[in-house]
């Protein structure tokens, strides 16, 4: 005897759909927006921007709490959460190192498979650094501009990730996605950050190419753990 789903499944499919929706729309503008860290939310102006209920934006602040991206106070609603500090940087990054690295192991004996991936993706992000790069030496820092460079940083890495086959540090990386994006965003010093981010990921692709199976771990750490560097010189002491 087959049995199906009660009728009421998808509704509850339906509004899980529209909550994601939702939810992406609201990372989208905070971490593409100029709005100040401590700056309220308003559950009802963003349902009327997105022109959806409360109900499915609620339910995206509860997750977007989660990440650190948003506080809530009693009474009060949720505001932009202040910059993350020394501690939490230095955190953050050691589990990136902890999920990057051990996914540059499982990836390396792949390299052939995924490579062409790899070297798309590091063309565009270098396309990007030089279009920023341009900008900033013009005077300019536009909020799209960041937007586009940090999306391709991001992609770069996911391929790694993708290549490392395993979905479950995939997710793990995939929880820290809003706040390294944040991060990135908030400490970007200038040209020669760029260029620096760009000279690591062109070590990371060559390592890869090479064939052995240690030095892309090796090259992985090292960008990380440079990225670390420039980040927290640039962090307030907590």
């Known amino acids: 005897m087959t049995v199906g789903l009660p009728d009421r499944s998808v509704p509850d499919i339906d509004r899980r759909g529209l909550r994601d929706r939702v939810y992406d729309r609201i990372l989208d503008i905070l971490l593409s927006s100029e709005m100040e860290p401590g700056a309220r939310l308003s559950i009802d102006t963003l349902a009327k921007q997105l022109k959806v209920s409360p109900t499915p934006v609620r339910e995206a602040m ?97 391929v790694v990730l993708d290549a490392a086959g395993n979905r479950y540090v995939r997710d793990m990386y995939a929880n820290l996605g809003a706040l390294t994006h944040r991060m990135r965003q908030a400490v970007i010093r200038g040209t020669s950050d760029v260029a620096e981010a760009a000279a690591e990921h062109e070590a990371i692709v060559e390592a890869f190419a090479s064939g052995d199976l240690v030095t892309p771990v090796t090259a992985l750490r090292a960008h990380i753990e440079g990225v670390r560097a420039r980040s927290l010189d640039d962090s307030p002491q907590d």
Not at 116 to 128: F, I, N, S, V
Not at 130 to 146: A, N, Q, Y
Request: proline residues 6%; negative net charge; hydrophobic residues 45%.
């Open 62 to 158: 509860v997750q977007l709490e989660r990440t650190g991206l948003v506080t809530r106070e009693a009474l009060k609603g949720y505001r932009i959460a202040p910059p993350l500090g020394r501690a939490q940087l230095d955190e953050l990054f050691e589990a990136r190192i902890m999920l990057e690295v051990e996914a540059a192991r499982l990836a390396a004996p792949r390299a052939e498979a995924f490579l062409p991936a790899l070297l798309r993706a590091h063309e565009h992000h270098h396309r990007m650094a030089e279009r920023l790069t341009d900008l900033m030496l013009d005077g300019r820092i536009p909020i799209p501009t960041v937007h586009d460079y940090f999306n391709a940083d991001h992609a770069f890495h996911l």
